[in-house]
């Protein structure tokens, strides 16, 4: 296998600004969905069927979008469409917010980021190669997160000073300067193979290869079944509290709430490219069990902390959980699935199984809170937050590779 | 052989199906073609009676954003609660949060309710009540008794049969 000279910064400069940018596409107007409906007179009922549709064409999507990307000659141009596709959708919010239209919409905009997803990783992993992909998603991460926090300055500040319908419309503009930044990156940079992961073999080897293969890998299950835990004890944790705040500070409950969702993000920002580079130096399996056991111990610590500026502190452990796995899940899945040549439709499998842990997740405690109150609901979900940790640290085994 | 006769008989069942579904459209036809009938007999039915109200005097207030006395934000009119004798009781806002992050719907009572600036579009309604009072509010659920948050000094509970 030839050596390949690492990519060039314009193109790792590019990535990282077509994160950045992505983010405010993709996720910067969700959270006004709702809102914006509501001023346009749309029911509740409307509005509650738009958001479930788009949420199960979410969560079904994820493993044809994988293997979609799998396919895909051009990593880049498979993305550059999903990002005018979400563009379009934004664009079809603000215009026409009617049912027909407004339902295509947020169909497109699911399908678009069941392929957004894992073509980044993909990127990633073509650009440079399974040994130094673990320091490349922190980058990522990092620009996400930071992409994620101006996104929610922005949108909220337009939101706020102009109209919710011009939220939509900034998303649609910023689709532009995403476009560009995705351009920047050079596409005979990606390996296309390697972005699949895929070995380049003398002889195809059927065995090796085969998606029944893939489906088999016993740590690919086991890691799915650690992120489903993970997402259904994680998922429903921010909302309720935010409950919690809005009912004990309400002159600050905004505040507090801006804060509680600010401070994780700046953490992730902060420390995930040092996740990316002690999980090279250490292994996966120390960084999954931090990971797991800051999500348990933030959930006690909701239960008994009662004082609101104090809840906003343990926010900081939301941000070691996010940076851990925003790192770990492509880099563990690169792990596995490399050499089969369905790493993103691996990405896929994990990806429905994040899907499934947090829809269960708000469903399963809401109903606890309802019955039972929020302590009860917060013990609950540190409770699955520990059985990941045991998950993890009685049956996962390591996946890091030392040599290509 | 045994699906040719399966194929009669389901060919049968759809027959006898759709002449009783047509039977009982036309009779039900009928009965609703009848009671016109006697009424045309006597005098033509009267048109719908129309009333004009002014633009500036009435308006849909589904989405429309609630203030308090002291100007706070409090939320928007998603919902609007009727009793069975058809009298507006309540209205169902959407309260609190950041972002559609930890917003709640809670019932506030009508009467709580000001909407003297109503007519321009952009126009919000005032609420007799403090963002302290509204938080400790319990959330608003189907199917379940509503609990109403009124004016200061007239929170009464609802009267409810089940």
Known sequence: MPVRPPPSPQSQRGLDWFIFFLADVQTGFGPF??????????????????????????????????????????ERVVAGYAVAAIGMSALAYALWP?????????????MASCVLGPAIAAISLGLV????????????????????GSAAALMGAVGYYVSN????????????????AL???????????QAHGAISREVPDEKATSVFNLIRQKPLLIFACAILLLQLANAAMLPIMAGVVTTRSSQWAPVLIAACIIVPQAIVALMS???????????????????????????????????????????????????????????????????????????????????????????????????????????????????????????????????? | MRARWLVAALAVALATSIGAWAQS????????QDVPKQDAAKDPKPPASVTV????????ILGREVRSAADENMGRIVDVIVDRDGMVRAAVIDFGGFLGVGSRKIVVDWRALRFGAIANKSDSISLELTKDQVSKAPEYKEDQPVIVLGAAGSLQPWEFDH
């Open chain 1, 273 to 404: 490219p040092t996740v990316g580079r002690k999980a090279q130096a250490w292994g996966r399996r120390p960084i999954l069990l931090i990971g797991f056991s800051a999500l348990a111990i933030r959930g006690v610590l909701f239960a008994t902390v009662t004082d609101p500026y104090l809840l906003v502190a343990v926010q900081i452990f939301d941000g070691i959980t996010a940076a851990v796995f925003a790192v770990m899940v492509p880099l563990i899945v690169a792990d596995v699935a490399f050499g089969s040549g369905h790493f993103n439709l691996a990405l896929g499998i994990v990806g429905t199984a994040t899907g499934i842990g947090a829809s269960l997740s708000t469903v399963l405690a809401g109903y606890v809170t309802d019955k039972f109150g929020g302590s009860v609901a917060f013990l609950g979900l540190a409770g699955v937050a520990a059985t990941g940790l045991l998950l993890i640290l009685l049956v996962m085994p390591e996946t890091r590779r030392t040599t290509a």
């Open chain 2, 53 to 60: 109200i002014g633009a500036r005097d009435a308006h849909g």
């Open chain 1, 183 to 193: 351009s920047r990156i050079r596409e005979r940079e990606i390996d296309i193979v």
């Open chain 1, 165 to 180: 319908r011009s939220v939509f419309l900034v998303t649609f503009l910023l689709a532009i300067p995403t476009l560009i």
């Open chain 1, 33 to 74: 969905i709702a809102v914006y409906l509501t001023t346009q007179k749309w029911t509740q009922v409307e509005i509650g069927i738009v958001l479930s549709i788009g949420g199960i064409v979410g969560l079904l999507g994820q493993m044809p979008g994988g293997a979609i990307v799998d396919a895909a000659r051009s």
């Open chain 2, 25 to 32: 459209e036309t009779s039900g036809r009928s009965i609703a």
């Open chain 1, 98 to 110: 009617i049912f027909p239209v407004v339902t295509a919409a947020a169909i497109l905009h699911a």
């Open chain 1, 129 to 148: 190669g399974p040994l130094a992909i673990g320091e490349r998603l922190g980058r990522n991460a990092r620009f996400a997160s930071l992409g994620n």
